[in-house]
């Protein structure tokens, strides 16, 4: 396993405007796949089926059932290579239905995760490893500090 990037306060800011147009444009893509995925449904005419049957139907069937199954097969792509993109960055991806993202850092020399969510400003949370985000805590001035490389 490779050593993971450990990541400053400072620098972890610092990727937070392209990280949140990144995010910002990966949930605009989920909202669109969710669209194309009820128009592939109504094209099917078939709503009683698995995801997998109801693909299968798309390509064996009418000429819009397989073009819109072409279109929503071409969206998820896209969105699979954005989280891509995205953990290319060296962040880790926790949540893309809310855009909830994790650097790893140090406190006091233990790691821990700096955790950001689509929509603040900043990161301005962090929790332990094993935490998750229900146990966030505020990055304070005295754990400022703290957060060394």
């Not at 993971?4 to 995010?23: D, G």
């Not at 855009?99 to 821990?112: K, N, T």
């Not at 929509?119 to 990055?139: F, N, Q």
Request: charged fraction near 25%; charge should be negative; glycine fraction near 6%.
């Amino acid at each position: 396993m490779n050593t993971p990037r450990i990541w400053t306060i400072e620098e972890a800011n610092a990727l937070v405007p392209e990280l949140a147009s990144l995010i910002r444009r990966q949930l605009a893509l989920a909202s669109d796949i969710e669209r194309s995925w009820q128009e592939l449904v109504h094209a099917v005419e078939s709503p009683a089926v698995t995801p997998d049957q109801l693909i299968e139907l798309a390509r064996s069937g009418s000429e819009q059932a397989r073009a819109r199954e072409r279109e929503l097969s071409e969206k998820i792509a896209a969105y699979e290579s954005g989280w891509q993109e995205v953990e290319e960055l060296g962040v880790v991806v926790k949540d893309q239905r809310i855009g909830l993202c994790d650097f790893y850092g140090r406190l006091d020399g233990a790691l821990v995760w700096l955790c950001w969510r689509y929509g603040e400003p900043a990161v301005d949370h962090y929790h332990g490893l094993e935490a998750g985000y229900a146990g966030r805590r505020p990055i304070t001035a005295a754990t400022r500090r703290q957060l060394l490389n």
